[in-house]
């Protein structure tokens, strides 16, 4: 039986909306920095959330799950792609790479009776991939240099944990969800559902501790 855990929803949008609220806080001192764009984003989570809540429901041509699944998630994967390769890392190229492969991943994998099915799974794990591959090439360039000694002042620190904690905690939820939901694997989807939530919360707390004691440099 599957297990549901509304709780820790209810939970997960109050804390995503408390990054929203920290993040429209601190915007103002982040201005010349582009870190403007991650307290944007933190406030774009947020609207999104609230949108897909009360509002999506009343739109009969857009369903929730292609929502997602063609702006909402990809919109996400794509901005940790360019905060990480090309803002913290400074790798164009790794960026254009990143970005192309998964954008391509995008594309419908099968056309049947003129109904478009989309193999989600396939799209997440192309993103959670490259997610994985940027934050161990992110804890790298940490540790090899003074950052990790001052992690309490480093906003990559905060974000970087709470991306290892979810997106990668999470990946064999998202690259093995189709089998996981088979009955004889239900219990295993159980734990990695309420992981998938509490690694959700804990990644955002992270974030807003990134504006609370990470230091707003260019």
């Not at 954008?103 to 193999?119: A, G, H, N, V």
């Not at 992690?151 to 904690?165: P, Q, V």
């Not at 690259?175 to 004889?184: N, R, S």
């Amino acid at each position: 039986m599957y297990q549901y855990y509304p709780n820790l929803d209810n939970a997960l949008q109050w804390i995503e909306c408390l990054s929203a609220i920290v993040a429209a806080f601190y915007l103002p001192k982040l201005k010349h920095t582009y870190w403007k764009w991650f307290a944007i984003y933190l406030i774009f989570i947020c609207a999104q959330e609230l949108f897909v809540e009360y509002l999506l429901q009343h739109i009969n041509f857009l369903r929730k799950q292609d929502y997602y699944a063609f702006f909402g998630i990809p919109i996400q994967y794509l901005f940790f792609y360019w905060l990480y390769a090309l803002k913290s890392l400074k790798n164009k190229k790794l960026f254009i790479f990143s970005s192309s492969i998964y954008l391509l991943s995008l594309i419908p994998f099968e056309i049947y009776e003129q109904k478009i099915k989309t193999i989600s799974t396939i799209n997440l794990t192309v993103g959670s991939v490259f997610i994985i591959i940027l934050v161990v090439l992110e804890f790298i360039k940490q540790i090899k240099n003074d950052d990790i000694l001052k992690f309490k002042e480093n906003k990559m620190f905060y974000i970087n944990t709470g991306m290892i904690l979810f997106y990668v905690g999470t990946y064999p939820f998202s690259a093995f969800y189709d089998e996981l939901l088979k009955k004889p694997n239900i219990s295993i989807w159980n734990m990695y559902y309420l992981y998938f939530l509490i690694s959700n919360c804990i990644m955002y707390l992270l974030f807003i501790a990134s504006f609370i004691w990470g230091k707003h440099k260019s």
